[in-house]
């Protein structure tokens, strides 16, 4: 064999092994997701890295199919990537094209729908667990970021049962909408009486240590407190949640104690003793008795022993 001849043959031979090397099949079923369909989910090769992920169309809806035949594949693929285009295709004659599904389980959806509850609903303030009072049976959707919102709650709000309609998203998609009926509980730590309080004490004396509870339990709990002038209303007993309604703010001047009223025309200031006949806080008006003429007229408090009285 001649040089020529040798050197022929091991020209087309190269090029034989290559074509061989690259040759691209049509897949007979492609799995997608929401981003579209693409030239290297179409097309494979027995070449590494042949074929680019080039984007030809868009995805199906979840839970449908489309079908090219080689035909249409062709044509979709001579618009999109034109040098990929070829008359001599191989492989399926029709192209399923679906989305990649998943199964979202009881789990999976009380996650996301726990997540939603807690930026859009209580925003910090607890932490939701929440149980199906039927089972959740598990439903296919894409394999891909599903989202969950809420889209009715009862006008109370959070409670120990409710009905909760919810819709379930891949991106932007809508993949359907679902009613739920749960039991809950809502935890947080709330200030919790360490020994017994009573009626009376300050807030800032008592001993108190935070708990965490269900809140729905006690939905009168105080938020932790610092200040000074809080005292309590009743009596709490140790282990007991601390409730609202359990403070009050500590009065300047209380029921029943003797005040100076003080009444103020120009220079000339006019003093007497009079009965206080109502809690009064710091500019509060209240009603006082003057104890010798027993007329009942109102002051306004100044400070722990006087009030003004307007003229």
Not at 2 to 28: Q, W
Request: with cysteine; net charge neutral; proline share 4%.
């Amino acid at each position: 064999m001649g040089r020529l001849t040798l050197l022929m043959f091991l020209v087309v031979g190269a090029s034989l092994a290559e074509s061989v090397a690259t040759t691209l099949n049509f897949n007979p079923v492609v799995e997608v997701d929401r981003s579209g369909v693409f030239l290297d989910q179409v097309l494979n090769s027995t070449k590494e890295d042949a074929v680019p992920h080039i984007r030809l169309g868009v995805a199906p809806i979840a839970g449908q199919t489309v079908t090219w035949t080689r035909e249409k594949a062709a044509d979709v693929i001579k618009q999109q990537a034109s040098e990929y285009y070829s008359t001599n295709w191989t492989g399926a004659s029709h192209i399923k094209i679906t989305r990649k599904m998943k199964q979202l389980g009881e789990n999976d959806l009380k996650e996301l729908m726990i997540a939603c509850i807690q930026e859009e609903y209580l925003k910090g303030n607890g932490t939701l667990e929440t149980r199906f009072t039927k089972p959740w049976t598990p439903i296919s959707v894409p394999d891909e970021t599903i989202t969950c919102r809420v889209l009715e709650l009862p006008a109370t709000g959070i409670n120990y049962s409710i009905i909760v309609r919810i819709e379930l998203l891949a991106g932007k998609e809508t993949l359907g909408t679902w009613q739920v009926v749960t039991q809950n509980k809502v935890w947080r730590e709330i200030p919790v009486a360490k020994s017994n309080i009573k009626r009376g004490q300050l807030y800032s004396t008592a001993e108190v240590q935070m708990e965490k509870r269900d809140v729905l339990l006690v939905r009168d709990s105080v938020i932790p407190s610092t200040e000074d002038n809080l005292e309590f209303t009743e009596a709490v007993q140790a282990g007991q949640p601390i409730l609202n309604r359990s403070l009050k703010v500590k009065p300047l001047i209380k029921r029943g104690t003797i005040v100076e009223a003080i009444a103020t025309d120009g220079v000339l200031n006019v003093s007497l003793k009079v009965e206080a006949l109502e809690d009064g806080l710091y500019g509060q008006t209240i009603k006082v008795r003057n104890f010798q003429t027993r007329k009942e007229f109102n002051a306004k408090v100044q400070n722990e022993q006087s009030v003004q009285v307007p003229l």
